[in-house]
């Protein structure tokens, strides 16, 4: 019986030989028998000759290509000895290289193929084929190529700011409609975030706001704060029983204190600033419950004059501050009569617009360094403020006056569209 087959497993037994064969034919496995050791190479296929009980009777293998195949590898390995020779000679340290190209060529002409020459250099069969038709065109960015263009980046971040309170889903729909093209959502974080656009707590500002009057405003601020003092008050509100409202906890866990169920009785701070680098607090009240127009009158009266030249104070147009008809009633100047006697001129903010107003921004700190310290009366609160006085007598002032004047100025670079590297 005759077949072709490879050999690829032998086991002597007490007489006899025992070989494993593969029918190349069948792709079966199968076994012979020999009474002696044959001679032949493993695995390498042949025409196998055999009793039909199995036994043995001759095996011949086709080794041509066997003996070119160890040849290449033979004339390979010699290659490359020579060359990593002529490296060490050069630099004296011994480093893998990449052949030369004309003893590619050679190698080429000696027929062998880019993933036999691979297979030796350890390299892939793709490098051996650039080594041999090099690439000159400047390579692309790996990955899909972006789709945000300047034209998405711009309306994404206009719209973003004109409508404030829209989620990122809105956004994403708003511009697939626009402009009719397909954009994820994830894809709009990543630009709002390279935009430096965050989503963040809302400070509402008032309807009512005449911006061109603010704006107005301030250009009239702006060249007198060098040259004259400023004075600016307002009042807020405080309960003795408001704690700390941020807190410390491990991740996952929340922050847990403990305070009374109830605010408290109500007082009322009147707190004036200058635009001093230093002792910038004028004057400051806390009275229980609400101010009235009186208390606010007895405040004015204990505001005096910063220097020689004339002071201006800055108040918005709250019922206390002014209380035409209660005045009159009472026989007593308006407000701008009041302070003009004491060489002070007032400026009414505009109004609905706190944000001018620079004795605001010093109630943020008053509200935070006060409820640090868990004041539960009158007396316990009073003194919590006179330690944010000291404090605040210690800072320039002046900055809070200036951010103020600048608010528009900021507001409009904030707004500049400045799109780059998107």
Known sequence: MEYTAKIFQECKLENLWKYGFLDLETSQQDYFYHDKQISYVPNIAGKLNLTKDNFFQS???????????????????????????????????????????????HLRELGFSHKEIGTVYERCERTIYRWFKPNT?????????????????????????????????EITDYICKKLSISISRPSITVLLKKLGITRKKLTYHYNQLDEI???????????????????????????????????????????????????????????????LKENGVVRWKLVESGADWKVFYDFLEEINPIGDKKNILLMDNARIHTAFRKRKEAGLPNVKEQMTKKNIEVRFITPYAPMLNP????????????????PRNHEEMKSAIEKVVELLNTKDLSKYFWHCANYFNWKDSKNKLKITDI
């Open 59 to 105: 095996f011949e293998q086709d080794l041509t290509n066997l003996i070119k195949e160890d040849k290449k590898e033979e004339i390979l390995i010699n290659s490359e000895k020579e060359v990593d020779n002529t490296v060490d000679k050069i630099i004296g340290k011994q480093r893998k290289v990449s052949i030369e190209p004309h003893h590619l060529q």
């Open 137 to 169: 065109e400047p390579s692309q960015k790996r990955g899909i190529k972006p789709t945000i263009t300047d034209e998405i980046a711009s309306l994404v971040r206009s719209y973003a700011l004109e409508n404030t309170t829209k989620t990122q889903q």
């Open 213 to 275: 009057k603010a704006r107005k405003f301030n250009e009239e601020i702006k060249p007198l704060l060098n040259e004259l003092p400023f004075i600016a008050l307002d009042e807020c509100s405080f309960y003795p029983n408001i704690d700390p409202r941020f807190g410390y906890s491990l991740k996952g866990d929340r922050a847990i204190s403990q305070r009374p169920s109830h605010k408290g009785k109500h007082y009322t701070l009147l707190f004036a600033i200058s635009n």
């Open 359 to 374: 004795t605001e921004l010093i109630f943020c700190l008053l509200r935070q360094q006060t409820e640090k310290n868990r």
